[in-house]
């Protein structure tokens, strides 16, 4: 069954967003075809499409989702080559809470003048990672960012390789938040400056992850850890 976002959608609507309509062709949706429109902010309704056309629908049920069990927080470097949008891409079908765009001094690519319109890109993506993985929350996609303009939410942690503490040794708190740096790692003015600011640095092995799955694997583990798969 085809997953729609419309942070409008109600048990009262009776038309999808013009936007996901626009979908209906591609993804071959007939009259009388049964859909799932979230808001993403946790409520998603199982509907009747009524016209396949015109976007017309009839709600049949409506469902919330429980909050997580662990809200994490994923702070991305850019990357070249879309690696930092795979990540991005990967972490939302996996479920977290918030990504922030990290301009970090190794980073190749740099937004700069273009900093919205790449955020929206982002945004874009986390959208099509909740439709495609079926979920009712939309991460939030935040403003870009520096070592010295983060501020963590919770448990602060931050992955490096030559770390001695290992992701799987630490009693994981409600809410996290997850530096990853870019593909040359972070210099160690940042990981200084990320410590003064309350951050932990981990491992995840002793593998040395890119930057396209050092993050999705630490959320993957987190999740696994903290016992968020294993609700039904």
């Known amino acids: 069954m085809h997953w729609f976002y419309d942070p409008a959608v109600t048990e009262e609507s009776r038309n999808i967003s013009t936007t ?15 859909i799932v429109v979230t808001n993403g902010l946790g409520v998603s309704h199982l509907a009747e499409v ?15 989702e429980p909050i997580p069990l662990v809200s994490i927080h994923l702070v991305q470097a850019l990357a070249k080559g879309g690696r930092d949008e795979a990540a991005v891409q ?16 190794r980073s190749i690519v740099e937004w700069g003048a273009k900093a919205d319109r790449n955020r929206e890109r982002w945004n874009q993506i986390a959208i099509s990672a909740i439709k495609q993985s079926q979920q009712s929350y939309l991460p939030e996609v935040r403003s870009l960012a520096t070592d010295k303009q983060l501020v963590g939410q919770g448990q602060n942690l931050v992955l490096d390789p030559r770390a001695e503490t290992s992701l799987s040794e630490l009693e994981l708190q409600e809410v996290v938040t997850l530096v990853v740096g870019p593909e040359g790692g972070l210099d160690a003015s940042e990981l200084a400056t990320l410590a003064d600011s ?3 640095s981990v491992k995840l092995g002793k593998s040395v992850l890119r930057t396209s799955s050092a993050g999705p694997a630490a959320i993957a583990a987190i999740q696994a850890l903290s016992g ?4 039904s």
């Open 20 to 34: 996901e309509l626009a979908h209906f062709k591609a993804l071959r949706i007939r009259t009388g075809d049964q």
């Open 50 to 64: 009524v016209n396949a056309i015109s976007g017309e629908i009839r709600s049949l049920e409506k469902d919330i």
């Open 228 to 231: 968020s798969w294993n609700r």
């Open 90 to 105: 990967t972490a939302c079908e996996l479920g977290v809470a918030s990504i922030t765009p990290f301009q970090a001094k």
């Open 198 to 200: 309350g951050f932990q």
